[in-house]
């Protein structure tokens, strides 16, 4: 009788825990409908009104916003996630590894200059083409205090980067097999935290975690070093103004040992934030850095538009 009396009350329990389940759902569909009527859904560059589907949360562009979107896509070189203007064989780590296996069309591409000059992490991906409405989108993201465009952004990383939600590192990664994944978000000071008052990596990040069942250490990497903007700047004042910016801190670095993390950016210009990043990272003993950002500039001679 004992045990009837337990499985009764178990599933007496389980059924008020879906019942609370389900009003909570309603009472956000309802909450989100009152929202919408009460301040209806415009679109975050030009604040044209929008019309939200059933069942659809992320917000959204105007369709004439939209068509000035470019998204980046195939032929990539599989280290940087430069655009390629065709695809070639050959995804070598170095010169010898591309004499000795030339032949091999089944390998990835890697563009020359990541041949020449091998960035320090793995693999770098982003979204979109850094120009037009997307760098509209981005500063409004990132200077103006909107931090509601982080779900849409992140909606279009999740698709770039979907070679990054593996568990474990691609056969072309020389690091071992591991099952700690983090995302990371690239820090910013505390001073231009308090003006900013978020980070908009970070935001970026909770809006990954709705797609990926990753952990995020927010504050695993510190800006100990305050900076001046890098807008602007060339990459050899990039690399000076970075200095000796970015620390892990040290109650995160047994976390860290052999895992393998993704690293949340906005936007990649040159290169020299995620690479001092990347580097902070390896030294604490992580396995391997993936990078994905929102968008990155394209220089003009390697970019092509796809309309």
């Known amino acids: 009788m004992t045990r009837i009396h337990a499985k009764a009350n178990l599933a007496k329990r389980y059924s008020l825990e879906g019942a609370l389940d389900t009003t909570l759902d309603m009472a956000s569909v309802v909450g989100g409908r009152v929202m919408n009527y009460l301040v209806p859904p415009a679109c975050p560059l030009c604040r044209a009104p929008l019309h939200f589907y059933k069942g ?20 990539l070189c599989y280290r940087t996630g430069v655009p390629l203007p065709y695809e070639t064989s050959g995804a070598y780590e170095t010169s010898e590894a591309y004499e000795t296996n030339k032949h091999d069309t089944a390998k990835h591409t890697i563009s020359l200059p990541a041949l020449l000059y091998p960035p320090p992490y793995h693999r770098a991906r982003a979204a979109l083409y850094y120009g037009g409405a997307a760098a509209q989108l981005v500063r409004a993201f990132k200077f103006y205090d909107h931090p509601e465009i982080a779900p849409l952004l992140a909606q279009w990383m999740h698709r ?26 690239v820090p910013l000071h505390r001073r231009r935290f308090l003006w900013r ?8 990040c909770r809006a990954l975690s709705v797609y990926e069942d990753i952990p995020i250490l927010f504050d695993a990497l510190v800006r100990v070093q305050p900076t001046q903007r890098q ?10 103004n970075l200095g000796r910016a970015f620390q892990v801190r040290p109650s995160m670095v047994a976390a860290l040992q052999g895992a393998r993390v993704i690293l949340i950016d906005d936007v990649i210009t ?13 030294r604490a003993g992580v396995a391997q850095v993936d990078v994905l950002a929102a968008a990155r500039v394209v220089m003009p001679e390697t970019y092509t538009r796809g309309k």
């Open 160 to 185: 770039a980067g979907q070679d990054f939600w593996q568990q474990t590192p691609d056969e072309t990664s020389h690091e071992p097999p591991n099952k700690k994944v983090w995302l990371i978000p």
């Open 56 to 75: 659809q949360t992320t917000p959204s562009l105007c369709g004439g916003c939209w068509r000035d979107i470019d998204f980046i896509t195939a032929p």
């Open 197 to 204: 008052r978020y980070n908009q990596a970070a935001e970026l």
């Open 231 to 240: 807008v602007g700047l060339s990459r050899s004042q990039r690399l000076r």
């Open 270 to 282: 040159t290169g020299t934030t995620i690479e001092a990043c990347t580097k902070i990272l390896k």
